[in-house]
Every structure is written in C-alpha cells, then in structure tokens.
T-cell receptor, first 113, second 116 residues
Framework: KQEVTQIPAALSVPEGENLVLNCSFT??????LQWFRQDPGKGLTSLLL?????REQTSGRLNASLDKSSGRSTLYIAASQPGDSATYLC????????????FGKGTMLLVSP | NAGVMQNPRHLVRRRGQEARLRCSPM?????VYWYRQLPEEGLKFMVY????????ESGMPKERFSAEFPKEGPSILRIQQVVRGDSAAYFC??????????????FGPGTRLTVL
C-alpha cells in the first residue's frame, strides 16, 4: 500500500528566503507525482506535475524534482513571498491500475513579511 | 470553460440526517473521483466513477456511503444517517480519461460538511 509522507508538517520563514519542501513515497511504481497548493477553506490548485520519466519541472519560482528510485520529491520555492503562505500537498498516481491519487498530509507554510 | 463545480460549498446536518453532495465535472470529462479530507489529515481517495459505472470504490466506507454518476447530471455522493465523524471536506476531481494514459485530475472547491 502506497504511503506518502511530507516533511516538515509546518514551516515558518521570513519573506525572501528560499525553501525546500520534502515528499517521500514508499512504492516507487508511480506514473507521476503532483504538487498542489491548498489555501484555507479552498480547493486544490495544481502547481507542478512530474511524469515518472522526468527528473524535474519548473514554473516561475517553483521547481520540483523527482527521484523515483529513492522515492523522493522536493519542491523548491525561490524568494518566498507572503502570498506563498498555504498548505502544499504532494500526491502520487500509481503506475498501474486506476489513476487515483495518494496524498501526503501536507506542509503548512507561513511566509511572514 | 468552467472548472469542476461542487455544491453546496457548506452543508450542515444533524446526526442521523442524510447528506447529498453534488459534483459537476469539467466539460468533456467523463471520469469523476471523490476524496475526503478529515481534520488534520491528508486527502483520502473514496470512489472513482465513470458515467453510469462505479470503477473503484475501495476507499469508501461500506455502510451509509454511496455514489453515483448518472448518464445525465452531476455525480452525487450520498451519506445516510450522518455521524459527527463524517464532518470533513469532500473534494471532487474530474479527468478526461483514466487508466494508464496521462489524464490529469482537476479539483473542485470542495464541500465542507459539518455534522452537529
């Protein structure tokens, strides 16, 4: 059974810092891995999706890497801003079977001005 | 092109009542997934449906919960005789296809169910 763990559970940083969020998964047989952002009381916004054959994806100040063999992914946020404050979720889709996602519990990020 | 729509956004029920949550997928999407987010927990898969078919319900409690996705209209997640432990945010996602192909899931805003 796939398990996804995110570390740290919460992170507080001053504005302008670069930061790294970590995600690990127990079963490396994944089709892809996706990072989401969730604002309080809101739905999920997809940030980056990495296919299993890829090593990283970039979008603006965000960079996500994937090491499938070791079961790890990182989300790097450059020059953090208060508007980045949210919960960041990592999810994996299995390589075979149905395309349902397994989520981690998330990292709650607070960027203070 | 409207995204995934869910209603109601907030739902309050007393113990023992029924809760009906609706999800309208994105245009052109025929696959729907329901996830539940309990307080302080991650999202957990509940059920995966295609039009008129339940494909995978392995994450859905066997009792009191049911789901459907009729030929016409939204997908419905139904919870009978709600209990306080059902209080959670319920998210719906849709995709164009499923299975082994690349089919990204797009999420709705969720329905927050509170059971008094």
């Amino acid at each position: 059974k796939q398990e996804v763990t995110q570390i740290p559970a919460a992170l507080s940083v001053p504005e302008g810092e670069n930061l790294v969020l970590n995600c690990s998964f127990t079963d490396s047989a994944i089709y892809n891995l996706q990072w989401f952002r969730q604002d309080p009381g809101k739905g999920l916004t997809s940030l980056l999706l990495i296919q299993s054959s890829q090593r990283e994806q970039t979008s603006g100040r965000l960079n996500a890497s994937l090491d499938k063999s070791s079961g790890r992914s990182t989300l790097y946020i450059a020059a953090s801003q208060p508007g980045d404050s949210a919960t960041y979720l990592c999810a994996v889709r299995p390589q075979s079977g149905y395309s349902t996602l397994t989520f981690g519990k998330g990292t709650m990020l607070l960027v203070s001005p | 092109n409207a995204g995934v729509m869910q209603n109601p956004r907030h739902l309050v029920r007393r113990r023992g009542q029924e809760a009906r949550l609706r999800c309208s997928p994105m245009k052109g999407h025929s696959h729907v997934y329901w996830y539940r987010q309990l307080p302080e927990e991650g999202l957990k898969f509940m059920v995966y449906l295609q039009k008129e078919n339940i494909i995978d319900e392995s994450g859905m409690p066997k009792e009191r919960f049911s789901a459907e996705f009729p030929k016409e209209g939204p997908s419905i997640l139904r919870i009978q005789q709600v209990v306080r432990g059902d209080s959670a945010a319920y998210f719906c996602a849709s995709s164009r296809g499923g299975g082994a192909s690349y089919n990204e899931q797009f999420f709705g805003p969720g329905t927050r169910l509170t059971v008094l």
